[in-house]
């Protein structure tokens, strides 16, 4: 599996790096679309514990072309994007292998605002995520196989919305999309100026059926503890 890495932000690559390296059950290899300093990253991926490419992007290039410059460098049968400042449970990527062998799907992904980190507010908030054959998945979840993904056309050349115009474009030619749980990933909110997506927090946290003070990833949450919500 090839693990398309865009980001604009050294500092939090590192750690998009090390939760990458920490994916157990899995073989992969990460590709590094360094949007803007690529001149800094052979320091950063010489001791990552996975194989790393990394791909000069211009920082004038937009959020889609950075992910495909990605793609256009990946060599695995599948390929799955990773949001840099998001969280993911070191069995993230097996899990969601093991979704997408059990339903037979052709595209994977997670739940799109189950588990939410709103920075403004230093708190975890979950609500109930749909699971099951969907339109969309999360962005920083969608996972495919390469050749399906070059047979759509890649992921367009656009600053937001990539995630959506490309899974219409997958929708449009026939694809299974499926939505696994989101315990899994951990999305961290922070000032929407700092994001593609410009949804306010409030959007991204209004139904919420519990919250956490600081950062509390679903894995860490026992089951019972949701259940008792849900019955409530």
Do not use: K
Request: net charge negative; charged share 20%; hydrophobic share 45%.
């Amino acid at each position: 599996m090839s693990v398309l890495l865009a980001s604009r932000r050294p500092h939090l690559a590192v750690g998009a790096l090390a939760q990458i390296a920490g994916q157990v059950g899995v073989q992969v290899e990460v590709v590094l679309a360094a949007h803007g300093w690529a001149d800094r990253a052979a320091g950063m991926v010489s001791g990552a514990g996975v194989p790393v490419t990394v791909v000069d992007v211009d920082e004038a290039v937009p959020y889609g072309g950075v992910v495909q410059a990605a793609a256009g460098r990946a060599s695995g049968s599948l390929v799955s994007v990773w949001d840099d400042d998001d969280w993911y449970a070191p069995t993230y990527l097996a899990g969601l292998l093991a979704e997408r062998q059990r339903v037979g799907a052709d595209v994977v992904g997670v739940t799109l605002r189950e588990w939410v980190y709103a920075a403004e507010h230093d708190r975890t908030y979950w609500r109930p995520g749909l699971v099951g054959w969907f339109w969309h998945v999360a962005g920083g979840s969608i996972t495919l196989p390469r050749a399906l993904l070059a047979e759509v056309g890649g992921f367009p050349m656009v600053g937001s919305g990539v995630d959506g115009l490309v899974l219409a474009r997958l929708r449009e030619m026939g694809a299974g999309i499926y939505r696994a749980d989101g315990r899994n990933y951990l999305r961290r909110r922070m000032r929407p100026e700092w994001h593609t997506c410009q949804t306010p927090t409030a959007g991204w946290i209004s139904g919420a059926a519990l919250s956490w003070p600081g950062v509390r990833p679903g894995w860490t949450v026992p089951e019972e503890e949701l259940a008792q919500a849900v019955q409530a």
